[in-house]
């Protein structure tokens, strides 16, 4: 889902961090209702708002845009690339203005540009700090792919800066807006088998050729950084809860050459505070169909696949064991409750703060493997998505 940047910018300045500006605040957990309820009977804006995609690779061009065809909020209104050619095509098919087509140098224009509300990067992860910063700056709000940084540091340091400006942040959790997914929340948070003693989740594709993603320097890691954090997501806000610890470890390397700069697999488990564990595995030489599954003591619930854009599905212990949910456009979904919220001051029920919850955890995930000693979380930002559906 890259765009890599054809200007003069290095990729040494593509990684730098600075500093965490002083007085950031971050926010405890959220009680929020269930997405898009209040949608239906949302006032019509006078116009939609609009969405500049920042980096122009496959995820933005296969599904962010056409996504954005279908919004009733939101439109697709600005492009930035590093691609002459893409810029042309883009511009073509989806008739965007020459005035909201930028390049990472003229990037910051868009500060005097009020037909773009929303920037929403989706960029290698290393370089989504910069990128979120200068959005911000440039007084726009910001929704970031996941996840939101490469550091807790520099995560921080986002969730600051978009503070300081005062507008919304949000993280490109979809999942949280599409069906299967939130009736997993429902039945784990409203402990529809009683508690939850055991969770499940892997995610994974076979790599085989060089890429981003096994480019230390651009992705921050491996797997863990791409497909693991669907499993970190989805045992949390099954759950209800942040682990208190993890235990972790790295799985053996098929292919040192391609593999030289991150893992290639990983497993790791979460331990929560009344007992309950989530055992997690992650790979880039496996093809795995995303599972998610729930286990307490009157039954369980399970989705496979539970993490692709579509064909998501599901089965139950009670009964007829099917979960008759509809798959909708989940980027659709995602980007209307975030310009909804905007329209209406509302907070997002995926915010900044939720990103570096992950990246905490991704961090103390790496800890875990490294050390091979278990690795408190106690610490990390405590901010879950509450369900509001009922039992």
């Given at each position: 889902?890259?765009?890599?940047?054809?200007?003069?910018?290095?990729?040494?300045?593509?990684?730098?961090?600075?500093?965490?500006?002083?007085?950031?605040?971050?926010?405890?957990?959220?009680?929020?209702?269930?997405?898009?309820?209040?949608?239906?009977?949302?006032?019509?804006?006078?116009?939609?708002?609009?969405?500049?995609?920042?980096?122009?690779?496959?995820?933005?061009?296969?599904?962010?845009?056409?996504?954005?065809?279908?919004?009733?909020?939101?439109?697709?209104?600005?492009?930035?690339?590093?691609?002459?050619?893409?810029?042309?095509?883009?511009?073509?098919?989806?008739?965007?203005?020459?005035?909201?087509?930028?390049?990472?140098?003229?990037?910051?224009?868009?500060?005097?540009?009020?037909?773009?509300?929303?920037?929403?990067?989706?960029?290698?992860?290393?370089?989504?700090?910069?990128?979120?910063?200068?959005?911000?700056?440039?007084?726009?709000?910001?929704?970031?792919?996941?996840?939101?940084?490469?550091?807790?540091?520099?995560?921080?340091?986002?969730?600051?800066?978009?503070?300081?400006?005062?507008?919304?942040?949000?993280?490109?959790?979809?999942?949280?807006?599409?069906?299967?997914?939130?009736?997993?929340?429902?039945?784990?948070?409203?402990?529809?088998?009683?508690?939850?003693?055991?969770?499940?989740?892997?995610?994974?594709?076979?790599?085989?050729?060089?890429?981003?993603?096994?480019?230390?320097?651009?992705?921050?890691?491996?797997?863990?950084?791409?497909?693991?954090?669907?499993?970190?997501?989805?045992?949390?806000?099954?759950?209800?809860?942040?682990?208190?610890?993890?235990?972790?470890?790295?799985?053996?390397?098929?292919?040192?050459?391609?593999?030289?700069?991150?893992?290639?697999?990983?497993?790791?488990?979460?331990?929560?505070?009344?007992?309950?564990?989530?055992?997690?595995?992650?790979?880039?030489?496996?093809?795995?169909?995303?599972?998610?599954?729930?286990?307490?003591?009157?039954?369980?619930?399970?989705?496979?696949?539970?993490?692709?854009?579509?064909?998501?599905?599901?089965?139950?212990?009670?009964?007829?064991?099917?979960?008759?949910?509809?798959?909708?456009?989940?980027?659709?979904?995602?980007?209307?409750?975030?310009?909804?919220?905007?329209?209406?001051?509302?907070?997002?029920?995926?915010?900044?703060?939720?990103?570096?919850r992950d990246v905490q955890l991704l961090e103390a995930i790496y800890r875990a493997a490294e050390t091979g000693q278990k690795v408190s979380t106690k610490d990390v930002v405590q901010l879950i998505d509450r369900t509001s559906a009922g039992k």
């Amino acid at each position: 889902m890259n765009d890599f940047l054809a200007s003069a910018t290095s990729r040494r300045d593509f990684v730098r961090t600075l500093s965490l500006g002083a007085g950031a605040t971050l926010v405890g957990a959220h009680a929020l209702a269930g997405p898009l309820d209040w949608l239906a009977g949302a006032p019509a804006a006078d116009r939609k708002l609009g969405v500049a995609l920042v980096g122009l690779g496959g995820y933005s061009a296969g599904q962010l845009a056409p996504a954005l065809q279908q919004t009733k909020f939101c439109r697709l209104a600005g492009i930035v690339t590093g691609t002459p050619a893409k810029a042309a095509k883009w511009k073509q098919q989806y008739s965007i203005p020459d005035a909201n087509v930028y390049d990472y140098k003229t990037f910051d224009r868009m500060i005097d540009n009020p037909a773009i509300d929303i920037v929403y990067v989706v960029l290698p992860n290393a370089m989504h700090a910069e990128y979120v910063v200068r959005a911000a700056q440039a007084g726009k709000h910001v929704i970031c792919e996941k996840p939101l940084a490469t550091s807790a540091a520099d995560a921080r340091r986002m969730v600051a800066a978009v503070q300081k400006a005062g507008k919304k942040f949000s993280v490109g959790y979809r999942l949280h807006f599409e069906p299967h997914n939130q009736e997993m929340m429902r039945l784990g948070q409203r402990e529809a088998y009683g508690p939850v003693r055991h969770l499940a989740a892997d995610n994974g594709f076979s790599l085989t050729t060089p890429s981003w993603r096994v480019d230390r320097a651009l992705s921050g890691g491996g797997p863990l950084m791409d497909m693991g954090i669907y499993c970190v997501q989805g045992c949390l806000y099954t759950k209800g809860q942040v682990p208190v610890s993890v235990t972790a470890k790295f799985t053996a390397n098929p292919d040192p050459k391609l593999f030289k700069d991150v893992e290639a697999g990983l497993d790791w488990q979460f331990q929560f505070a009344d007992g309950a564990t989530a055992d997690c595995r992650t790979r880039y030489t496996e093809n795995m169909e995303g599972r998610l599954r729930i286990e307490g003591p009157k039954g369980w619930a399970e989705l496979t696949p539970a993490f692709g854009y579509g064909g998501l599905a599901g089965k139950t212990s009670q009964n007829d064991g099917r979960l008759d949910l509809p798959n909708i456009n989940q980027q659709a979904a995602q980007m209307d409750d975030f310009a909804a919220c905007i329209l209406q001051n509302k907070p997002t029920r995926v915010p900044g703060e939720m990103g570096l919850r992950d990246v905490q955890l991704l961090e103390a995930i790496y800890r875990a493997a490294e050390t091979g000693q278990k690795v408190s979380t106690k610490d990390v930002v405590q901010l879950i998505d509450r369900t509001s559906a009922g039992k």
